[in-house]
């Protein structure tokens, strides 16, 4: 609730004092919506004749993810007192899953949740949930390799994030700009940043380019080739930047398609953004890195148009794939929660620690059966430490790694004791 909402509602009941209010100040985390925690705390202060009734009891959840979560969000210490019990048994600990990057951490997921599959859970019974979006990438590339059907839920597949079709479009266009199979890529970044390309303009370029049979790229050279206007010399510098990244000796295309974006401009225009730029930045870096794989322009777009087409079909057999705050009011028999490193989560600096903690309480309480969380000791070119929101858990709720075949923490220690003395340990 934010305070235009908060102050309506006090309108609403100016003459009776009469409200009923619903609402969990532990699951607030919509602060940079305008949401204001402060207005459910502070509910009985402006209503003194009210009365709190605490709904502690859970029905969702097993005893030992309740123990994990009210241990993390206990650290709010302004928080509403209240603790959550359920009549269901302990269940299997909280899985604490260490990797040693990304790259493992997403062929970790994979595997595991293909086991679990083999083993009787229904893919869509399942659930991958982050802090930020940028993380789904590397997962989406193992969920494929394994052919593991998944669905993104609020929000957009990596291969079809604005920032992403637009420096592929970079890049399509710098491999030939002289092709007509290079128009589309054309029209997507020739104002991107702004040049002062608008509509009449590009028509102008497009009756050119079918009237000569050429590219729009090569029409465009014709039309802007003795202009002196400032939109002329912003034009003129793009086209000319194409132009010598198409004769580039560079293969990796990782870095080739860095140097375009950086060239062009497009990534100074990211970094003006600001906040809103940075998780476009990200994503990019997370691009770079995969297209480091590959030589060939032709197999990297086939590879782009598989996992856009992938990600786009939703409904039942699909492991769902989420960010947190997209996660609020669902729940999952299994739930894995990736990248719970002390720099993403809650970071290094955070703005709200206490926000980031009720951010991990939601994501903890959407498990019902399981509950796996992982974190990687190098992520994005830097080294990293586990959560301290993980170590809020207290010990006899988590295990250190896969629960395997076991149901219970005394049943895993037993099958690494049972293995242990097979190996000779």
């Keep these: 609730?934010?305070?235009?909402?908060?102050?309506?509602?006090?309108?609403?009941?100016?003459?009776?004092?009469?409200?009923?209010?619903?609402?969990?100040?532990?699951?607030?985390?919509?602060?940079?919506?305008?949401?204001?925690?402060?207005?459910?705390?502070?509910f009985l202060s402006e209503f003194p004749n009210g009365r709190m009734i605490p709904l502690e009891q859970n029905f969702r959840s097993t005893g030992h993810i309740l123990a994990a979560a009210n241990s993390v969000?206990?650290?709010?210490?302004?928080?509403?007192?209240?603790?959550?019990?359920?009549e269901q048994d302990e269940g299997a600990p909280i899985e604490i899953v260490a990797f040693s990057g990304g790259q493992q951490e997403a062929q970790g997921l994979a595997r595991e949740i293909g086991r679990r599959q083999l083993l009787g859970v229904?893919?869509?019974?399942m659930a991958i949930l982050y802090r930020y979006?940028?993380?789904?990438?590397?997962?989406?590339?193992?969920?494929l390799r394994a052919h593991i059907p998944y669905e993104l839920v609020n929000d957009t597949a990596f291969w079809q994030r604005a920032v992403v079709k637009d420096v592929l479009a970079l890049l399509r266009l710098a491999d030939n700009p002289d092709v007509l199979q290079g128009d589309e890529a054309f029209r997507r970044v020739i104002n991107q940043p702004a040049r002062g390309v608008g509509a009449r303009t590009?028509?102008?370029?497009?009756?050119?380019?079918r009237d000569e049979a050429v590219s729009l790229f090569a029409a465009a050279e014709k039309i802007y080739a003795t202009?002196?206007?400032?939109?002329?010399?912003?034009?003129?510098?793009?086209?000319?930047?194409?132009?010598?990244e198409a004769h580039s000796t560079e293969t990796a295309l990782g870095a080739r398609m860095r140097i375009l974006a950086e060239r062009s401009g497009y990534l100074d225009m990211l970094r003006a953004a600001g906040e809103d730029g940075g998780a476009g930045l990200e994503n990019l870096d997370e691009l770079f890195s995969l297209a480091m794989e590959f030589t060939r322009v032709e197999d990297l777009f086939d590879h782009a148009a598989l996992g856009a087409a992938a990600s786009t079909e939703a409904g039942q057999g699909r492991v769902r794939l989420m960010t947190i705050h997209g996660s609020k009011g669902l729940e999952f028999e299994h739930v894995f929660l990736m990248g719970w490193e002390d720099t993403?989560?809650?970071?290094?600096?955070?703005?709200?620690?206490?926000?980031?903690?009720?951010?991990?309480?939601?994501?903890?309480?959407?498990?019902?059966a399981r509950v796996s969380i992982s974190w990687c000791a190098w992520r994005n070119g830097r080294s990293a430490d586990m959560s301290p929101f993980v170590g809020d858990i207290p010990?006899?709720?988590?295990?250190?790694?896969w629960l395997g075949k076991a149901t219970s923490r005394a049943e895993a220690l037993a099958n690494r004791a049972a293995l242990d003395e097979a190996l000779g340990i």
């Design 73 to 86: 969000v206990a650290r709010d210490r302004s928080r509403l007192d209240k603790t959550l019990f359920t």
């Design 202 to 209: 590009l028509a102008r370029i497009e009756q050119l380019a």
């Design 122 to 125: 229904a893919l869509e019974d």
């Design 133 to 143: 979006n940028f993380l789904s990438r590397m997962l989406e590339e193992e969920l």
């Design 227 to 244: 202009s002196q206007s400032k939109t002329a010399e912003r034009v003129r510098a793009f086209l000319r930047m194409i132009r010598e």
């Design 395 to 401: 010990p006899e709720a988590r295990y250190s790694g």
């Design 344 to 368: 993403l989560f809650p970071g290094l600096s955070p703005t709200n620690l206490d926000e980031e903690r009720r951010l991990a309480y939601v994501a903890l309480t959407r498990g019902r």
């Design 1 to 42: 609730m934010n305070r235009l909402q908060y102050l309506w509602l006090k309108l609403l009941s100016r003459d009776h004092g009469e409200l009923f209010a619903v609402g969990d100040d532990d699951q607030s985390i919509y602060s940079w919506r305008g949401a204001s925690v402060g207005f459910i705390r502070d």
